[in-house]
């Protein structure tokens, strides 16, 4: 059974750093896709970054891209997001997803297995 656990999130100041983890288990780490995921009350949600585990090729949104950074640690079969520079707006639940292949996109229905959020609050 394919398990993901997100952690990291807290409040932080607007400018300050927070860097999430996902733990995944119960599959074989290098045949997924990961990619982290937020969503706002009343809102869809939606796609930050994705990395490939077999070769660490990633995909970014542009919203996202020179402040946050995703990265994996196949020994440990955990995905990081580093955030930096944060802003009020990315305030949301931040959620970690898997799917078996190697397409670097963010559509959420291609996503197949997804861990129970954290909560990521900047304060202005």
């Known amino acids: 059974e394919v398990q993901l656990v997100e952690s990291g999130g807290a409040l932080v100041q607007a400018g300050g750093s927070l860097r999430l983890s996902c733990a995944a288990s119960?599959?074989?780490?290098?045949?997924?896709?990961v990619g982290w995921f937020r969503q706002v009350p009343g809102k869809e949600r939606e796609g930050l970054a994705c990395?490939?585990?077999?070769?660490?090729?990633?995909y970014y949104v542009d919203s996202v891209k020179g402040r946050f950074t995703i990265s994996t640690d196949n020994a440990k079969n955990t995905v990081y997001l580093q955030m930096d520079s944060l802003k009020p707006e990315d305030t949301a639940v931040y959620y970690c997803?898997?799917?078996?292949?190697?397409?670097?996109?963010?559509?959420?229905?291609?996503?197949?297995?997804w861990g129970q959020g954290t909560q990521v609050t900047v304060s202005s």
């Open positions: 119960g599959f074989t780490f290098d045949d997924y896709v």
């Open positions: 990395i490939r585990s077999s070769d660490g090729s990633t």
């Open positions: 997803a898997a799917h078996r292949g190697i397409l670097l996109r963010l559509w959420v229905i291609h996503y197949d297995s």
